[in-house]
């Protein structure tokens, strides 16, 4: 095996519960040379991810491999034949296994200025290369951004061809090769400006849909492209979306014939025109390429300047069993830095979460996705170094079908309200809802969306047990706390709480209790929970009590007074 023996300097955070592996971490291979990783799969089969990438200055595209969680199998750097000075990093790499478990790896390699080649590598499933082929002119710019396993199990190979000399005009390029590496035909795309295919898919009609951007065509600057092929690569129909500035899109086809795209585009602020930002966008189309719905995804309210400052967009897409998942970069408004990505929405495009992810301080990107088992989730891309010392490393995130990165967990605090009610601030997080079990036979739902503050009224004074279910996909964690409605004032006990008094309220090392026609009785003080922290007899002598306080937690807490015909109570705050 042609492999690379590295040191790996995992920073990780990682849990496993049930079948969800959560992952966040970065992938540093050792040395100086900066990594970039845009592509990532998962096999089922094999339970592992293989990744493609580069490390930036060694002039090798980079293939990666871990198990399902996330623990490195392997790692190797491609040897080129190339004679060129660079293999182009991070956009260009692309890679699929064909039927006969070989790898397809395609990239880019960049000559003296303006000058590329398409490059692919065939390697076997122990990593030897079978062959390699350089495709282009070294005069003209020709290059590979994106690869596909054909329903004939030959191979398919995008990107962008140069069509005058000194490669002035870019057309979108699409090759067929047979397994041995022999072009069985090629076509080109576009109109008299440039072109690029950045993403395609296998069509339902057995054809091809091939996405880009296009300065063709369009409203200005670089719009979306897509251009429709039969099996055989022969232009069918071509369509372009988009504003007046530049634009960007990834597409899959369904099996309905229709087409999911994603992207960016860039918006104008029409009372200042010189600010502009980019936003994700998503569309439906049918078999033709015409709208069925669009919507556009911000994390900034629209029309703000925050709208207008901070640049977002998506760089791959997923369909899962219940929508879409969209993912890409997102500037955070505090610092300006980029943060990874990730927008849910069903199948109609109606937003149904969106998270960010920072691993680093500086910029942190999301390029490529892949989904696991049970709509799991993993997010590929790379992160700058934040401080001396750190270099550009790969980034991997495994989140759970909510896009959360840890398992729930389950947690609340319980506040006492008048006339037997509670009121439970839940503070689990990670969810996607929590059950609420009041003890009482009844139960609450509420999702992650939902106010944190949750009432409950009880219809008797009893000691209550509450358990909070924190759900998130396949995985729960479970929180109980006791409470007890003796504490929740009710008409009664409004009316013999004149039996004593409190001062000062809220307290701190010490609190004093002054009673009213008693002879006799007894103080308990109770905690959020009901839980007896204090306990104490008055005797017929005592007209006032003072209670020390050092030893009790800040919160809330209630003091209940026995006496021998009636009980009254007092809510106490501790700071």
Known sequence: MK???????????????????????????????????????????????????????????????????FIPIDTVFVETSSSADVNIPGYSN????????????????????PDENGYIVKLNSNGDTIWTKEIGSITNYDSFVTSLLAPDSTYLFAGRTATLSGGLSLDGWLLNLDTNGVILWQQNYGG?????????????????????????YGAGGNDIYLVKTDADGNFMW???????????????????????????????????????????????????????????????????????????????LLVVSDGYVFSGVSLDNVDGNPLGWIVKTDF?????????????????????????????????GFVFPSEIGETQDGWIVGTNCLGFDQPPSANAQAHFDDNHTIVLENNSQFFGECVIHWGDGNST????????????QYADNSLYQIEIIANACTDADTFSLNVNPVMLGNTSIEKDSLLFNIFPNPANERVNLTFNEISSGQVQIFDITGKLVYFEKILVTKSQLQIDLTTFESGTY??????????????????
């Open 445 to 456: 739902t509420v999702t992650e969306f939902d106010d944190s503050l949750v009432s409950h």
């Open 3 to 69: 492999q690379v023996t590295v040191i790996y300097f995992f920073f990780i955070t990682f849990c496993q519960a049930q079948q969800t592996a959560y992952f966040n971490g970065l992938i540093d291979l050792g040395g100086s040379n900066p990594e970039v990783y845009r592509f990532i799969t998962y096999s089922e089969s094999d339970l592992a991810y293989s990744i493609a990438g580069s490390a930036i200055g060694n002039n090798k595209p980079l293939y990666y491999k871990c198990t399902d969680n």
């Open 348 to 380: 109609s495009g109606n937003q149904l979460w969106s998270r960010r992810y920072r691993k680093r301080n500086n910029d942190n990107y999301f390029y490529g996705s892949t989904k696991t088992t049970g709509d799991n989730l993993a997010f590929v």
């Open 238 to 316: 071509h369509q372009w979306y988009g504003l007046n500035l530049n634009d960007s899109g990834r597409i899959i086809a369904l099996p309905n014939g229709h087409f999911i795209l994603c992207g960016a585009y860039t918006y104008i602020n029409v009372a200042f025109p010189s600010q502009t930002a980019s936003h994700g966008i998503a569309m439906e189309l049918d078999e033709n390429g015409n709208q069925v719905w669009f919507k556009e995804y911000a994390t900034y309210p629209t029309g703000t300047l925050d709208y207008y400052n901070f640049d977002e967009g998506f760089n791959s």
């Open 192 to 216: 008299s400006g440039d072109e690029l295919f950045s993403s395609m898919d296998t069509t339902s009609d057995g054809g091809y849909i091939l996405c880009g951007y296009t300065n063709s």
């Open 558 to 575: 209630f003091v209940q007074l026995n006496s021998e015909n009636n009980v009254g109570i007092r809510k106490l705050v501790v700071y």
């Open 94 to 113: 692309y890679f699929f296994v064909d039927y006969s478990n070989n790898l397809i790896l395609s990239s880019t390699m960049q000559y003296a200025l």
